[in-house]
């Protein structure tokens, strides 16, 4: 069964630091491309940060450009994503996801990936 377990999450205040683990089980985790994609309250989905499957190519939203880093341990079979230089924005639900970064004319990328996690929230607040 595939599963994506998200951890570490929490309350962090503007400027702060928080760092996401996303772990994976029943599939070749080191051969496919790994996303994190978030919720905010009241808007859609929103594709943050996609990685190879190697984990030497990184792509990133505009918004989190030059503040979050992914990375990925493929002898872990975990993803992550650092968090730094917070904004009340990047509060949200923090997904992990199988696929890699969706087409921008896609209203609704929820069906690009393959798999899900069950989110872990960050809040930024002071």
């Known amino acids: 069964e595939v599963q994506l377990v998200e951890s570490g999450g929490g309350l962090a205040q503007p400027g702060g630091s928080l760092t996401l683990s996303c772990t994976a089980v029943?599939?070749?985790?080191?051969?496919?491309?790994m996303s994190w994609v978030r919720q905010a309250p009241g808007k859609e989905l929103e594709w943050v940060s996609s990685?190879?499957?190697?984990?030497?190519?990184?792509n990133y939203a505009d918004s989190v450009l030059g503040r979050f880093t992914i990375s990925r341990d493929n002898a872990k079979n975990t993803l992550y994503l650092q968090l730094n230089s917070l904004k009340t924005e990047d509060t949200a639900m923090y997904y992990c996801?199988?696929?890699?970064?969706?087409?921008?004319?896609?209203?609704?990328?929820?069906?690009?990936?393959?798999?899900w996690g069950q989110g872990t929230q960050v809040t930024v607040s002071s």
């Open positions: 996801a199988r696929g890699g970064r969706p087409p921008a004319s896609l209203s609704d990328i929820r069906p690009w990936y393959t798999a």
């Open positions: 029943g599939f070749s985790f080191s051969t496919n491309i």
């Open positions: 990685i190879n499957g190697g984990g030497s190519v990184p």
